[in-house]
């Protein structure tokens, strides 16, 4: 009986009988279009990339499921970083540090404002100002500059980002109140640019006042009790726009300095709590972090800094980070930069935490207590101002003096610095505080 | 000597590659007309198969898989053949069973035609793993490779095969003996 019989070698015979012998007559028609094709490159197969067992051996051993998976992982985060790439998400990535990623270096060129290109090489002509402009100051979205126009009194001017449209805004109060009064820089523009924070002197009196870009609502920020012969100057904005802080200077009680919080509508005013009323407080800094009001400042010490403190204003704890002067936050908030005698940079969460990381990099050489603007020899290998930060925070930079070259460090320390030439025709040292100002963000 | 043929083909010397082609030509036909039971169509297939294995080969990581590779490229061919020839499927008359055949004294002719008969009602994919396993003598474990499917899996569809087959000899085997005792007729 055929079931009884063993299948496998019938089969086996039948099919060695039915396939036949004979090579196919067609094998010169086959290579002739093998012949005309075209091979595939190597790289353009996945199995070609694929380990071996997820093609052709998978069956032959065990996979551990482990690798399988990695594998698939692995593809997978391919195929999403493809996908990324192809809908454009170099869109949202931060700009990167450089030339490019930056807007204009706008500076002062006697009687005109000159706008340089990103890379230094291509400049131009804006506006025409008056001689003597200074303290030239971007708002915050880069679409409108502030400076300092000479006169008598001087006055604060706001003009579109290429010096046009220009408008004396004190000048504008001046006319419409008859109120006389001379501007001192820093300009703090709010978060949103629609106001302005300066310190203006009415005959005697240096005092805090707010105005909006457009000459209207002008209005002075004053703690109780001040004297006639007291100071308020150097406003900050809190990052929120919650807050304003600023110096207040009391000669009468032995020069005691100390830091003054109120709201930008004059509600809340209050000393700073935490802080020493030092005469030799020097600076303050908010943080750009708008979830948290941190207020960073220099206290106490000397012309090579004193204590640096960060107050947290909301949580009301003040941490010290170091020691120097020159404070500079990160973009993120996340890192603080100081001067102290080299550059300091600190995680802003270690000295949240208490804990006291910190590193040095080297964009200053050790020459402190010396006028390192003036310092002939470190042209071009130091720096001499506060560190700038890159947008992305992964930077610190800063004009080196002789005003020709740009430092650059990665802020982690690691790399060497790096230089970039400037080839601008003014020397910008120092050029934050004066006749230049770099617009973070190109409009 | 494959291997190196395999590597010269790989970086695009078609004489290395005639010669693979010409070594293999014979079995993927045979193989492809008995899984296709239709000459032109494993023709087709065939040439499918060389002609994207040339192209592809570069993409072969092993020269040592290159025979394992053209199985597969093979089956894939046929089946895409099969395919196609369902969609252009047309009706025949089937004709009269020649009783000649009955007169086979040792029942070979019958057991073919009963293999024939058995083999044809198989889906392409069941015949194509009989004909590797059992024609090309491959591994099961290279069935399975080639044909894409777990090895689990080729082993019991090589067992319902064999068994639709054994089924076959035994179904035609029944009339013949029954006929043979003139309980037929």
Same mark, same amino acid.
């Not at chain 1, 299948?7 to 015979?13: E, G, L, T, Y």
């Not at chain 1, 006028?371 to 700038?388: R, T």
């Not at chain 2, 895409?80 to 004709?95: M, Q």
């Given at each position: 009986?055929?079931?009884?019989?063993?299948?496998?070698?019938?089969?086996?015979?039948?099919?060695?009988?039915?396939?036949?012998?004979?090579?196919?007559?067609?094998?010169?028609?086959?290579?002739?279009?093998?012949?005309?094709?075209?091979?595939?490159?190597?790289?353009?197969s996945l199995e070609r990339w694929l380990p071996v067992d997820l093609t052709l051996n998978q069956r032959i051993r065990p996979v551990f499921p482990v690798f399988r998976i990695a594998a698939v992982v692995v593809i997978l985060a391919l195929l999403v970083t493809a996908a990324l790439l192809a809908t454009g998400v170099g869109q949202r990535r931060l700009p990167h540090f450089g030339y490019a990623a930056n807007g204009s270096l706008t500076y002062v060129d006697g009687t005109t404002i000159k706008l340089a290109s990103a890379d230094g090489k291509t400049i131009r002509s804006g506006a025409a100002i008056p001689a003597g402009v200074e303290s030239l100051t971007f708002s915050p979205d880069g679409t409108h500059l502030a400076y300092r126009a000479p006169g008598a009194p001087p006055s604060i001017v706001v003009a579109d980002a290429d010096g046009s449209h220009a408008r004396s805004i004190t000048g504008l109060v001046a006319a419409a109140s008859s109120e006389q009064v001379s501007v001192d820089p820093p300009f703090a523009f709010a978060p949103d640019g629609g106001r302005l924070a300066f310190t203006a002197t009415d005959g005697t009196l240096?005092?805090?006042?707010?105005?909006?870009?457009?000459?209207?609502?002008?209005?002075?920020?004053?703690?109780?009790?001040?004297?006639?012969?007291?100071?308020?100057?150097?406003?900050?904005?809190?990052?929120?726009?919650?807050?304003?802080?600023?110096?207040?200077? *009391?000669?009468a009680k032995a020069g005691l300095m100390q830091i003054y919080l109120i709201h930008p509508d004059g509600s809340g005013g209050h000393v700073l709590e935490g802080a020493n009323p030092d005469p030799a407080t020097l600076e303050l800094a908010w943080s750009p972090d708008p979830a948290r009001s941190l207020l960073a400042y220099v206290e106490g010490g000397d012309a090579s800094g004193g204590s640096i403190a960060i107050r947290d204003v909301t949580a009301r704890n003040t941490f010290v980070a170091g020691t120097g002067l020159w404070i500079t936050w990160s973009p993120d908030g996340k890192e603080l930069a100081w001067w102290d005698g080299r550059t300091a940079v600190a995680q802003v969460a270690d000295i949240l935490a208490g804990r006291a990381f910190q590193h040095t990099i080297y964009l200053y050489p050790d020459i402190s207590g010396v006028?390192?603007?003036?310092?002939?020899?470190?042209?071009?290998?130091?720096?001499?101002?506060?560190? *700038?930060?890159?947008?992305?925070?992964?930077?610190v930079y800063g004009t080196a003096v002789g005003g020709k070259v740009i430092l650059v460090r990665r802020a982690d320390g690691t790399g060497s610095v790096q230089q970039i030439p400037l080839d601008l025709p003014v020397d910008i040292t120092n050029g934050p505080n004066g006749s230049l100002a770099w617009q973070a963000i190109a409009p | 000597m494959q291997q190196d043929l395999v590597d010269r083909a790989r970086r695009g010397d078609h004489d290395a590659f005639a010669t693979l082609a010409a070594a293999a030509?014979?079995?993927?036909?045979?193989?492809?007309?008995?899984?296709l039971r239709d000459p032109d169509r494993a023709k087709d297939a065939v040439q499918e198969t060389l002609v994207r294995a040339w192209r592809d080969l570069p993409t072969l990581r092993s020269p040592a898989r290159f025979d394992a590779w053209l199985h597969r490229l093979l089956y894939r061919a046929c089946? +895409?053949?099969?395919?196609?020839?369902?969609?252009?499927?047309? +009706?025949?008359?089937?004709?009269?069973?020649?009783l000649s055949t009955l007169d086979d004294p040792n029942g070979a002719m019958v057991d073919r035609d009963q293999l024939e008969r058995g083999f044809s009602r198989l889906e392409p994919e069941a015949r194509a793993l009989l004909v590797m396993h059992h024609y090309l003598d491959l591994p099961l474990p290279e069935v399975a490779i080639a044909l894409g499917i777990p090895l689990g899996t080729a082993k019991s569809r090589l067992h319902r095969a064999l068994q639709l087959m054994r089924a076959a000899l035994?179904?035609?085997?029944?009339?013949?003996?029954?006929?043979?005792?003139?309980?037929?007729a």
């Open positions: 009986m055929t079931a009884r019989r063993d299948i496998n070698p019938i089969v086996a015979d039948w099919l060695d009988q039915q396939a036949g012998r004979g090579a196919p007559a067609y094998l010169d028609e086959v290579l002739a279009t093998t012949s005309r094709t075209r091979q595939r490159p190597a790289w353009s240096r005092s805090i006042r707010l105005v909006g870009v457009d000459g209207h609502n002008m209005s002075t920020l004053a703690p109780p009790g001040l004297a006639a012969d007291d100071e308020t100057f150097d406003p900050g904005w809190s990052a929120d726009g919650q807050w304003i802080a600023f110096m207040w200077s *009391q000669p006028n390192c603007a003036v310092h002939p020899d470190m042209a071009g290998k130091a720096i001499c101002g506060p560190a *700038q930060w890159s947008p992305d925070s992964t930077l | 030509i014979f079995r993927l036909d045979a193989a492809a007309r008995l899984i089946i +895409d053949e099969s395919r196609r020839l369902r969609r252009h499927r047309f +009706d025949v008359d089937i004709s009269p069973i020649d035994d179904a035609d085997a029944r009339p013949r003996a029954e006929l043979a005792e003139g309980r037929l």
